[in-house]
């Protein structure tokens, strides 16, 4: 199991860090869902006490990234194909707000903060079929930099919180329903798997990244909207590409 490290320059609490620790490999997919998370393993890799681990999943079970049931304990809360498409749907309802709000508000720093954000992700933009496991989880950290960026200036706290709690969610039903399988198809060479690679490069690409950078400068409030909801719906493409032999996410995680 992976170590992570919490990028916060306030001293954290045994709880607060555990629970940055267990979300962090949660969102990532390290720790997979449907998989256990029995507290005396979870001690033994993370070098927390009971007390802060059990807190954590309390709290992880209210974001509802973790599951809880009394008689077989914690674990990773699943994923599905129909949650991956709702959570589409939540994340361009909100996502478009900030947006708008957002390039009405934004000013020259905002402007730098968006274009910073986009030539980071630039540096680390590399075809899907060459990632290593270290390079998606850079990339998929660099690319929701740059989605807040774009939504920085919004004056909305609430929806915000929102944005974050789906983005999460949205995460890690992307790695594991789209991109994994996308990839492992494509080492096993399964018939299929180029049109699931074209169509995972095109969700990756900076093109669309770099179209959407130019049209929120541009302050092409029309545009950009009508690109972000092209943009969302690139990954459900992905899914059903990916979905080469009709595995379902329980499938997954029983292989996990």
Same mark, same amino acid.
């Given at each position: 199991?992976?170590?992570?490290?919490?990028?916060?320059?306030?001293?954290?609490?045994?709880?607060?860090?555990?629970?940055?620790?267990?979300?962090? $490999?949660?969102?990532? /997919?390290? &720790?997979?869902?449907? *998989?256990?998370?029995?507290? @005396? +393993?979870?001690? $033994?890799?993370?070098?927390?006490?009971?007390?802060?681990?059990?807190?954590?999943?309390?709290?992880?079970?209210?974001?509802? =990234?973790?599951?809880?049931?009394?008689?077989?304990?914690?674990?990773?809360?699943?994923?599905?194909?129909?949650? &991956?498409?709702?959570?589409?749907?939540?994340?361009?309802?909100?996502?478009?707000?900030?947006?708008?709000?957002?390039?009405?508000?934004?000013?020259?720093?905002?402007?730098? +903060?968006?274009?910073?954000?986009?030539?980071?992700?630039?540096?680390? *933009?590399?075809?899907?079929?060459?990632?290593? $496991?270290?390079?998606?989880?850079?990339?998929?950290?660099?690319?929701?930099?740059?989605?807040?960026? =774009?939504?920085?200036?919004?004056?909305?706290?609430?929806?915000? %919180?929102?944005? /974050?709690?789906?983005?999460?969610?949205?995460?890690? %039903?992307?790695?594991?329903? /789209?991109?994994?399988? /996308?990839?492992?198809?494509?080492?096993?060479?399964?018939?299929? %798997?180029? @049109?699931?690679? @074209?169509? =995972?490069?095109?969700?990756?690409?900076?093109?669309?990244?770099?179209?959407?950078?130019?049209?929120?400068?541009?302050?092409?409030?029309?545009?950009?909207?009508?690109?972000?909801?092209?943009?969302? !719906?690139?990954?459900?493409?992905?899914?059903?590409? @990916?979905?080469?032999? !009709?595995?379902?996410?329980?499938?997954?995680?029983?292989?996990?």
């Amino acid at each position: 199991m992976h170590h992570t490290v919490v990028d916060d320059d306030a001293p954290l609490t045994k709880t607060e860090a555990a629970y940055h620790h267990l979300r962090r $490999d949660i969102l990532a /997919t390290r &720790l997979m869902p449907g *998989q256990p998370l029995r507290i @005396a +393993a979870l001690r $033994d890799a993370y070098g927390f006490g009971w007390t802060p681990l059990r807190e954590a999943l309390s709290r992880l079970e209210a974001e509802r =990234l973790v599951t809880a049931e009394s008689n077989r304990g914690f674990a990773v809360a699943p994923v599905s194909r129909a949650e &991956l498409e709702d959570l589409s749907k939540a994340r361009l309802a909100v996502e478009t707000t900030l947006l708008e709000e957002s390039i009405r508000k934004g000013d020259a720093d905002w402007e730098a +903060a968006v274009v910073t954000a986009h030539y980071r992700l630039s540096r680390c *933009q590399i075809p899907a079929e060459g990632l290593s $496991d270290d390079a998606l989880h850079e990339w998929v950290e660099r690319h929701q930099a740059f989605h807040e960026a =774009l939504l920085s200036a919004a004056d909305a706290t609430w929806l915000k %919180h929102f944005y /974050t709690q789906i983005w999460g969610q949205l995460c890690r %039903h992307h790695i594991f329903l /789209t991109v994994t399988p /996308t990839l492992r198809a494509a080492a096993g060479a399964e018939d299929g %798997h180029e @049109a699931a690679i @074209a169509a =995972l490069d095109a969700a990756m690409s900076l093109d669309q990244h770099t179209q959407l950078m130019e049209l929120a400068l541009d302050r092409n409030l029309e545009g950009v909207l009508a690109l972000m909801k092209e943009h969302v !719906g690139l990954t459900v493409d992905v899914f059903t590409l @990916a979905d080469l032999d !009709g595995a379902t996410a329980g499938d997954h995680g029983k292989q996990a």
